[in-house]
């Protein structure tokens, strides 16, 4: 590789103007590509589900501080892509937002953290809690106003989440639902996009993750958290195991970790990451 | 198009001096790479999808509109059907926009403000399709939530697209316009023909072909744009009921579900875009080109 930039940079003595220029740009690009390449593998990549990867950016950071030399990398694409990923040797570490499944036992997981399945609904439906029959029949299309859940007269749209997602799944194991049964007006990704559609019409109920809704509140986002048969979701409830709606977070670990991404799974689980899970709104063991 | 006058001029200038043949060289091989990877991609959709179309039932996947990845049901019919509107929707909205600002801008504004105006109008033309989404999302299914409640669906999904597109085609209405424009005008001035009359009886007939293939290629980028289409268009999956009917887009599908499908799910997904490439060749075959005058 460094030989061919060089002969590539010995190309600056050329006669022709135009050779001299792709010598230039092509040694630049080689040396670029050569640095890239020769880049320590000492870092730490950690991929998998949208709603842990928040977390393990800050965990992240306070690591790389306490570990000089330590880099670790979050990149999201779902609990699917945490497992494949892990499976193939694609990362060190793989986030899944789910309990593994009984046929998972290829790699270790890690509990990290609670989470919660929390209803928002937007303030202008004027409801603040649902039982679980008022939510099934809302999904499934047979009460379509507020009004008929004490609130004002106004259509519900109702907001789903995509196939695959783990609160979809979460949400169709507790409320015994199958995907094809739900009727939504809309159907979103990533949690972000759920606040986001929540925020912008009227009338609209969806359900997430209760640390990104408590994070949400957190920064003032116009959306109304709702009780679950008198329970409010928060993140003192989720933890004290009153509301009923939860699951664990995990790392996992296929095996094929380094020396420095056991590291990073000891530090999340020992005292020092789980206070900064709870100082992130997350919610701690 | 280059006309044969600068082929001439270049063709002069040339020698077979070594920095041209490295230059042309370097050319071929640019032409060969793009070429290359566009085959590339084609194939590894071509090859993830294979498992889907090995099991996949044909008639359901053309036919149903019961797209249930977690029930082994692939139907893609209320998809396909939903890209079609939303990005006919699109060009309702975009075409009309396109046409006459740029009409205006040739024909109307004066120079100063016409040169400043299309640089702005350039400039917005690259805004990222993600913040056009956001001002959808923000302002536009607010508004049409009084009109279509609850506002995410399909003329959500048209009016923002049609705002991504609608930029880029008034750029090249622009352009096609100012073509050979001064003579035509000078002509038609010496001859007390009014503005409107040169306009509607000589220049938009006479672009009208090269319009049409401009809209063909936006049409393209139409079917392909994913993001700011999936933020407003609701994405649920079925044959729009009314007007103001949530709809999903293939490429919406690829892109909500790609991060969590596994297996089949994975190659039906990928059988999806190839579908997509599919509706784009279909359309650039069907639709006039614009190479022909």
Not at chain 1, 171 to 183: H, N, Q, Y
Not at chain 2, 8 to 34: C, E, I, P, Q, W
Request: include cysteine.
């Amino acid at each position: 590789m460094l030989d061919s930039c060089r002969s590539f940079y010995a190309l600056r003595r050329a006669r022709s103007p135009m050779l001299r220029r792709i010598g230039f740009f092509a040694s630049a690009l080689l040396f670029l590509g050569a640095h890239a390449a020769a880049e320590p593998k000492a870092a730490v990549l950690i991929t998998g589900s949208s709603t842990v990867a928040p977390l393990m950016v800050e965990v992240a950071k306070a690591f790389e501080k306490a570990h000089q030399g330590a880099r670790v990398d979050v990149q999201t694409g779902g609990s699917a892509r945490g497992v494949s990923d892990c499976r193939a040797g694609l990362n060190q570490i793989g986030m899944i937002s789910r309990d593994p499944k009984p046929d998972e036992t290829d790699f270790r997981a890690v509990r990290i953290a609670r989470d919660g399945l929390a209803f928002i609904a937007s303030p202008d439906a004027g409801v603040s809690g649902l039982t679980h029959d008022q939510i099934l029949s809302v999904y499934r299309g047979t009460v379509t106003n507020w009004r008929e859940l004490g609130g004002k007269d106004l259509r519900i749209a109702v907001v789903s989440k995509a196939e695959g997602r783990a609160a979809l799944e979460l949400f169709m194991a507790k409320f015994g639902i199958k995907s094809s049964e739900i009727k939504a007006q809309a159907i979103v990704g990533d949690e972000e996009q759920a606040i986001k559609t929540v925020t912008a019409t009227r009338g609209s109920i969806a359900y997430l993750s209760v640390s990104t809704v408590a994070q949400a509140v957190g920064r003032g986002a116009k959306i109304v958290p709702l009780s679950y048969n008198g329970n409010s979701p928060t993140i003192a409830a989720v933890r004290s195991g009153v509301y009923p709606l939860t699951r664990f977070l995990h790392l996992i670990d296929c095996g094929k970790g380094t020396a420095a991404s056991k590291a990073f799974l000891d530090f999340v689980v020992a005292e020092a990451g789980q206070r900064f899970i709870e100082e992130n709104q997350y919610i701690p063991l | 198009m280059s006309s044969p006058r600068l082929v001439n001029a270049s063709l002069k200038k040339t020698s077979t001096s070594r920095s041209d043949l490295v230059y042309s060289g370097s050319l071929v091989l640019a032409a060969g790479l793009a070429l290359a990877s566009i085959c590339a991609i084609v194939a590894f959709v071509l090859i993830e999808a294979l498992p889907f179309f090995r099991a996949a039932s044909w008639p359901e996947f053309f036919f149903s509109p019961a797209w249930f990845p977690g029930e082994s049901r692939f139907g893609a019919a209320a998809l396909l059907v939903g890209t079609l509107l939303v990005v006919l929707g699109a060009i309702f909205v975009a075409v009309p926009i396109g046409i006459s600002a740029a009409l205006a801008l040739v024909f109307y504004l004066p120079q100063a403000l016409a040169s400043r105006t299309q640089a702005v109008v350039e400039v917005i033309a690259g805004v990222p399709a993600v913040v056009v989404g956001l001002f959808g999302l923000t302002v536009v299914v607010p508004l049409l939530a009084g009109v279509v409640p609850p506002g995410l669906g399909l003329p959500a999904a048209s009016v923002t697209l049609g705002m991504l597109l609608a930029p880029q085609l008034i750029v090249n209405a622009a352009e096609t316009f100012r073509a050979e424009l001064p003579e035509l005008l000078r002509v038609a001035r010496s001859l007390g023909i009014s503005r409107e009359t040169v306009i509607l009886h000589l220049v938009l007939p006479q672009r009208l072909r090269i319009l049409i293939g401009s809209s063909t290629i936006l049409t393209g980028r139409a079917i392909g744009e994913t993001l700011a289409v999936m933020m407003v268009a609701g994405n649920v999956i079925q044959f729009p009921e009314s007007i103001g009917s949530s709809v999903r887009t293939l490429n919406a599908t690829i892109a909500l579900e790609m991060p969590y499908a596994e297996g089949i799910h994975r190659s039906a997904l990928a059988a999806l875009a190839a579908l997509t490439f599919a509706v784009v060749l279909a359309l650039r075959a069907v639709v006039p080109g614009q190479a022909r005058r």
